[in-house]
């Protein structure tokens, strides 16, 4: 039986290139169910950046959270994602499976939900549109709640001129 995948989508190096350019490719981990909004906001990090565009989508998807984590690192080295070891280091590209079903799991590569659905805007209020009733695992609460939490005060700033060259979902 397949699962809800729920994917995040960062760049602040051509985001307005990238963020369609891997969204094309989410179909290869599944059936793309639903897109959010593209949000822009300024980057985290001690050094100043580029700002942010951000977006999250659904796919239905029978793959295992591991084979999704690797398809998504594959796709971001694909479009040119060098990793190091600045964790705000600007990105072509950053892909993340936030939530895989109800699961909750914890390995070296994975660690679902995602910790940062609690307390990062930017990845919250996306997620949020996608399913809004949809419960986090471990707290409980509905994504729409924690979205609505964390958007008091975000500096988040719709982007529908990017969200229109998402891919489409297919139903």
């Given at each position: 039986m397949p699962d809800q995948a729920f994917i995040?989508?960062?760049s602040?190096?051509?985001?307005?290139t990238n963020l369609p350019r891997a969204?094309?490719?989410l179909p290869e981990i599944g059936a793309l169910r639903a897109v959010s909004m593209v949000y822009q906001n300024p980057a985290i990090g001690p050094?100043?950046?580029p700002a942010f565009l951000n977006a999250a989508v659904l796919v239905e998807t029978e793959l295992s959270a591991t084979e999704i984590h690797q398809h998504l690192r594959q796709i971001e080295a694909d479009l040119g994602r060098i990793?190091?070891?600045d964790k705000y280091a600007p990105r072509v590209i950053d892909l993340d499976l936030c939530l895989l079903?109800?699961?909750?799991l914890e390995t070296?590569?994975?660690?679902?939900?995602d910790p940062d659905i609690l307390v990062r805007a930017h990845l919250a209020v996306p997620l949020a549109e996608l399913a809004p009733d949809f419960p986090h695992p471990v707290t409980g609460e509905s994504l729409s709640a924690i979205g609505v939490r964390l958007r008091l005060g975000a500096?988040?700033?719709?982007?529908?001129?990017?969200?229109?060259?998402?891919?489409?979902p297919t139903l």
């Amino acid at each position: 039986m397949p699962d809800q995948a729920f994917i995040a989508l960062g760049s602040n190096l051509s985001p307005e290139t990238n963020l369609p350019r891997a969204a094309r490719r989410l179909p290869e981990i599944g059936a793309l169910r639903a897109v959010s909004m593209v949000y822009q906001n300024p980057a985290i990090g001690p050094a100043p950046a580029p700002a942010f565009l951000n977006a999250a989508v659904l796919v239905e998807t029978e793959l295992s959270a591991t084979e999704i984590h690797q398809h998504l690192r594959q796709i971001e080295a694909d479009l040119g994602r060098i990793r190091t070891p600045d964790k705000y280091a600007p990105r072509v590209i950053d892909l993340d499976l936030c939530l895989l079903g109800a699961q909750v799991l914890e390995t070296p590569e994975v660690v679902l939900p995602d910790p940062d659905i609690l307390v990062r805007a930017h990845l919250a209020v996306p997620l949020a549109e996608l399913a809004p009733d949809f419960p986090h695992p471990v707290t409980g609460e509905s994504l729409s709640a924690i979205g609505v939490r964390l958007r008091l005060g975000a500096d988040l700033q719709p982007r529908p001129d990017v969200a229109a060259t998402l891919a489409t979902p297919t139903l």
